[in-house]
């Protein structure tokens, strides 16, 4: 799995049983030797960080294990390091997936076919019990070829919160550690990669803590960015019309914040559908400066019916189907589709920022 992306190196993780020591081996030319980074090891996780590379460069990597005689080749992939500004990228969205069903794998097949460099998931990786064994058939096992090539960057649902307490997720995943000080780290976080910067944030947390700590870090870090445009994702849907009302704690605490800081697109979850906001300011619409929140919950646990399509607030929804959103960037401008398990665009929406 990658991770932690910087336009200078990134992280590889890998899982295995059994002793001896890995080893991450990154190709810069194929006349010269490899640049070699051992891993380190907790229990069954490896995990090994490339870096003095070159931005927006291509590296062939090999996950190897030591042995007598020289090493082992266990895996090999390829991974760009993070773009300068300016440079055209893409990204795919979604939430509610870890059912371990066919729905799941038959939409991480059509994600599987999507040229993309980051996977934001916004929670849920994981229903029931978060164990190696589910671990393995309702996340790693649907996703193994993506994880190889894009970067993954998922935060807490409230059922990955349940067997737990987020411990197993906490451990699985290297996020950065640039949240707000007084929480732990990997609950929230933030990354630029291209043009954009992206803001995890854990909306599990109770209404104290993300109105006193998350929120005012939230609004200085999406203020602080000069990345032409600003992502935000989180669990809970603020504005829903589905058969979960709108999340009133993430409308009081976080949507003033997000606003404030100027998000361009917000991306939830929580909510087992696809519906998606006009541009909203202070919960009106507000086409030239306001936020689009789109909920992609849709991405292989179940379905839930939508029950306000006609409200003003919505531009488009989609109960019916199991779906993802792919995103792509561009300098002057955004273009979000909804794709579904069919492979066809649910629905289309560009953001233009001159």
């Avoid at 409308?251 to 559908?273: K, M, R, S």
Wanted: charged residues 20%; positive net charge.
């Amino acid at each position: 799995m990658l991770q932690n992306v910087a336009t200078n190196g990134f992280s590889v993780a890998w899982w295995r049983a059994g002793g001896g020591q890995d080893e991450l081996w990154i190709r810069t030319a194929a006349s010269n030797p490899p640049a070699v980074y051992p891993a380190i090891r907790h229990g069954a996780h490896f995990e090994a960080r490339a870096s003095e590379l070159k931005p927006g460069t291509a590296y062939a990597y090999e996950i190897r294990r030591r042995t007598r005689g020289g090493s082992r080749l266990l895996c090999a992939g390829q991974a760009w390091t993070a773009p300068p500004p300016g440079t055209p990228f893409s990204f795919l969205a979604f939430a509610d997936s870890g059912s371990g069903q066919a729905a799941q794998y038959e939409l991480a097949q059509i994600m599987d076919r999507q040229s993309v460099d980051l996977v934001l998931h916004a929670g849920d990786l994981i229903y029931g019990s978060v164990g190696p064994g589910n671990y393995a058939r309702k996340f790693f096992r649907p996703y193994r070829n993506l994880l190889k090539r894009a970067f993954f960057y998922p935060v807490l649902g409230n059922h990955d919160l349940k067997s737990s307490a987020g411990q197993t997720f906490l451990e699985k995943f290297s996020l950065p550690a640039n949240g707000p000080t007084v929480l732990p780290p990997k609950h929230c976080y933030w990354f630029d990669y291209g043009d954009a910067r992206f803001v995890g944030v854990d909306s599990n947390l109770d209404s104290n803590t993300l109105a006193g700590v998350v929120a005012p870090w939230l609004e200085d870090v999406l203020g602080a960015a000069t990345c032409r445009w600003k992502f935000v994702y989180f669990h809970h849907a603020p504005w829903a019309g589905g058969t979960r009302p709108a999340n009133a704690k993430i409308c009081a605490t976080l949507v003033p914040a997000i606003e404030a800081g100027g998000a361009d697109v917000v991306f939830c979850g929580h909510n087992h559908l696809f519906e998606r906001t006009p541009p909203l300011r202070a919960g009106r619409i507000a086409p030239t400066n306001g936020t689009v929140y789109v909920t992609t919950g849709a991405g292989g646990k179940s379905l839930q019916a939508e029950r306000h399509g006609g409200a003003d607030g919505l531009a488009a929804y989609e109960d019916a189907q199991f779906s993802f959103t792919r995103v792509r960037v561009n300098a002057g401008q955004i273009e979000c589709e909804q794709i579904g398990a069919d492979n066809a665009v649910l629905d289309r929406f560009v953001l233009v920022r001159p």
